[in-house]
C-alpha cells in the first residue's frame, strides 16, 4: 500500500549478542547508507494498547521503520496474547488492534517489506509457548523485572503474567528470529529467549539461533509534566504526553505547558535540567539534528520561545502520521484485510518450523 508520508531515519543501532556472558556490540549505518549487513531474521512486537505516543515512535517506530530497508525478512506482531494478561474489555481491544496497525502503517511500516500480523491469528505462538514453558524453571521467571514490578503492584499477578516472558521467547524462536529490536528494559527477557534456544538446542539438537538484541541509540522520550519518569500512555495527567494522533494545537498547548525550571536559557543537562533537557531531546529526535545543533540555534532564546519551535518541529514531523491514520481507520475492512494476509504470511513461516520442533520433541 502507498503510503502518503514517508518517516525519516536518523537512528542509529546496537547489535547485542549475549554468548558465554559476554557481549559483542555492533553498529549499523544510517538506512540510507551502505553497510553491509549479514542475512537475518528480525522480529518484534507492540501491544495494543491503543494509538502510541511520541516516545513510542521515537524510542522504536521509527527504527522499525529503517529496518525494512535493511533485511530481507522483518516481522512486526501485534501481540494481543500478551495484552490479556492484563483484564481487556473485548470490544476495546478489538479496536485497539486496529488503531496500532492503522499506527504502524502510517509511521511507514509497509506490509510489501515486512509481515505486520496479529499474533493471535498464528497458533503455533501458543504452542511453542507451551513447549518452551516445560523447559523454564519457576525461579528463572520470578527474577524477570516485569514480573516483579507488576505483581507487586497488584500484590498478585496472574499465570499468565508469569509466564509471559517464555510466550515472548516463543514469539522469537517460531520464526527462527536472528535479531530483535528491544528496549534496554526488555533485554533480560531477550536473555531468556537466548537461554531457551540454548537448552533447547542442547535437549535434542541444535536447531534455533540465539537472537541478538537491537538497541536504537534514540534517547528516551520523559513526560512533559514529570521528566524524571518516561512518556507514558497510562499517565493520569492528560498534558503529560504526546499521542501520534494529537492535534497541533494539542501539541502546542503540551509543549507550552512542559514542565522546565526558572532558568530562561535553553542548554541540555539531564541531570541538573531534566525538563528543559527533554525538550532538546525531542527537538533533535524528530528534526535529525544532533543535541549541540539545536541547543546552537536555540541561542538568544528564552525557554519560553524555544517551546514554539520544539511544539512546531513536532507537529511537522506527527501531522503527517495523525492524517494518515485517521484515513486508515476509516476503513476498518481494508485493516482486517492486511491483517489476514499478514497471519497467512506468518503462518507459512511458522508451520514448517513447528513441524520440525514436533519433530524434535518426540510427538511424531
Given at each position: 500500500m502507498a503510503l502518503s508520508m514517508r518517516c525519516n531515519v536518523k537512528s542509529v543501532f546496537r547489535f547485542v549478542h549475549k554468548s558465554n556472558s559476554h557481549r559483542r556490540l555492533f553498529k549499523a549505518g544510517k538506512a540510507t547508507g551502505t553497510t553491509s549487513l549479514p542475512k537475518a531474521q528480525v522480529f518484534?512486537?507492540?501491544q495494543p494498547t491503543g494509538v502510541p505516543h511520541l516516545g513510542n515512535y521515537l524510542g522504536a517506530l521509527e527504527s522499525w521503520v529503517a529496518l525494512q530497508d535493511k533485511y530481507s525478512t522483518v516481522m512486526y506482531s501485534i501481540v494481543d496474547l500478551h495484552s490479556i494478561t492484563q483484564p481487556q474489555d473485548p470490544q476495546m481491544l478489538r479496536e485497539n488492534i486496529l488503531d496500532m496497525a492503522a499506527s504502524l502503517l502510517a509511521c511507514g511500516i509497509d506490509p510489501t517489506r515486512s509481515i505486520l500480523f496479529q499474533q493471535s491469528q498464528v497458533s503455533e505462538h501458543a504452542e511453542l509457548s507451551w513447549i518452551l514453558g516445560c523447559l523454564?524453571?519457576?525461579p528463572r521467571l520470578r527474577h524477570l523485572p516485569q514480573w516483579k514490578m507488576k505483581s507487586k503492584q497488584k500484590n498478585e499477578g496472574s499465570v499468565g503474567l508469569y509466564t509471559y516472558?517464555?510466550?515472548?521467547?516463543a514469539d522469537i524462536l517460531l520464526y527462527k528470529s536472528t535479531h530483535v529490536p528491544v528496549g534496554e528494559d526488555q533485554i533480560q527477557h531477550l536473555e531468556l529467549a537466548q537461554d531457551l534456544a540454548r537448552i533447547f538446542n542442547?535437549?535434542?539438537e541444535e536447531f534455533f539461533p540465539e537472537p541478538c538484541a537491537l538497541l536504537s541509540g534514540t534517547r528516551k522520550v520523559k513526560s512533559l509534566r514529570d521528566p524524571s519518569s518516561k512518556m507514558s500512555k497510562s499517565d493520569p495527567q492528560k498534558l503529560a504526553t504526546v499521542f501520534l494522533t494529537d492535534t497541533p494545537d494539542?501539541?502546542?498547548?503540551?509543549?507550552?505547558r512542559a514542565v522546565t525550571d526558572l532558568t530562561s536559557?535553553?542548554?541540555y543537562e539531564p541531570e541538573s535540567r531534566p525538563g528543559v533537557s527533554n525538550l532538546v531531546s525531542m527537538h533533535a529526535a524528530v528534526s535529525g539534528q544532533s543535541v549541540e545543533e539545536v541547543v546552537r540555534l536555540a541561542e538568544g532564546m528564552d525557554t519560553g520561545q524555544y517551546k514554539n519551535?520544539?511544539?512546531e518541529a513536532i507537529v511537522q514531523t506527527l501531522q503527517p502520521i495523525r492524517l494518515e491514520i485517521q484515513r486508515l481507520r476509516a476503513d476498518r475492512g481494508h485493516l482486517e484485510s492486511l491483517l489476514a494476509k499478514g497471519a497467512e504470511k506468518a503462518h507459512s513461516l511458522a508451520a514448517p518450523v513447528m513441524t520440525e520442533v514436533r519433530k524434535l520433541v518426540g510427538f511424531y
Open positions: 518484534s512486537g507492540i523454564t524453571s519457576m516472558p517464555v510466550l515472548q521467547a542442547n535437549q535434542y494539542d501539541i502546542v498547548l503540551k509543549i507550552r536559557e535553553v542548554t519551535v520544539v511544539a
